[in-house]
């Protein structure tokens, strides 16, 4: 029976104990694509939760730390995403599950309207947060390339228009979003353009370049990134607008960068190939929507009347 539940100060045993072993970091967040398996520090998360900083549930038997998640904001305070997420007594996921559970329960009550959580797409793991409430959202392909590809001076882009994207083309990207990605990635991960923004986590890309690529007057492909990494969105179809700037990022895309794209049918996979892609690993994005119940005050006054019978 699993019990997963917030860290106590009576847990701190079992936390050190933890740290002797090594346990591989299920979670895959954005910033981590790419490179080798993290291995979580739970002491030193336990602490940074009892300061008041990030979110974090275990569960432990006697002393012995059987699982361990933890928490982040996005770029709001109503989406989180599961940035740890470690089982240490492999038992068909029943250990994934609990924690994922505490975690939505945790959600709800601190107001949070969606739980965001990357796994590798072939991870048993991914089972065990469907059977938590967890559902796909998309699958996502990580890309990497060693050389410059043919297409990077060969595509044909004519009638594309190539800018870097300023804070006014929110919108624009936000209609790119909804026309390159199915609707019920869209309607796990945002509908609305508050939505959107909500689960937008750029952190990732600090410091990086993002382009728009115009054609009759729409955005119709988007890239994002660092010389190290990159999210190419585009817009079934647009494939001259996707190479154009793959083009364009050569200036800055490293040779041995690694670029995410959502599979499906707005996947560019030639143009990718075309500018010295091969695929790799795929993953997959969940998430779920909790509910909170909307409580409404209302204050009435009541006052005292008077009734006087007559007789008649």
Sequence with gaps: M??????????????????????ANQAVTRDRLGRPTTTPHPLAAAIERWLGRRPM?????????????????????????IDTLVDACPDGGEVIAGLLRQATAAASEAGVTRVLLRLAADAPTVEAARGAGFVPALTERLWTRSTRGAGASNATTAGVQ?????????????????????????????MTFEEWRAAEDRRWA?????????????????????????TLIAEPGHDAAASA?????????????ALLQPEGAACPTGVLRDHGFEPGPTYALLALRTLRPIREERRETLRARTVVLRGG
């Design 2 to 23: 699993t019990t997963p539940h917030a860290p106590r100060p009576g847990d701190l045993v079992a936390l050190v104990s933890f740290d002797g072993d090594v346990y």
């Design 57 to 81: 549930w275990i569960d432990v038997a006697g002393r012995q730390v059987r699982g361990i998640a933890t928490a982040r904001e996005l770029a709001s305070k109503d989406t989180w995403e």
């Design 162 to 190: 190539v800018r870097e994207t300023e804070e006014a083309d929110a919108y624009f990207e936000f209609q790119l979003y909804s026309a390159a990605l199915p609707f019920e990635a869209r309607r796990a991960l945002g």
């Design 206 to 230: 600090k410091g990086g370049r993002a382009l728009l690529a115009f054609e009759d007057g729409r955005a119709r492909a988007s890239l994002r990134g660092t010389a190290a990494q990159a």
């Design 245 to 257: 700037l793959l083009a364009r990022a050569e200036e800055w895309i490293r040779p041995r960068a």
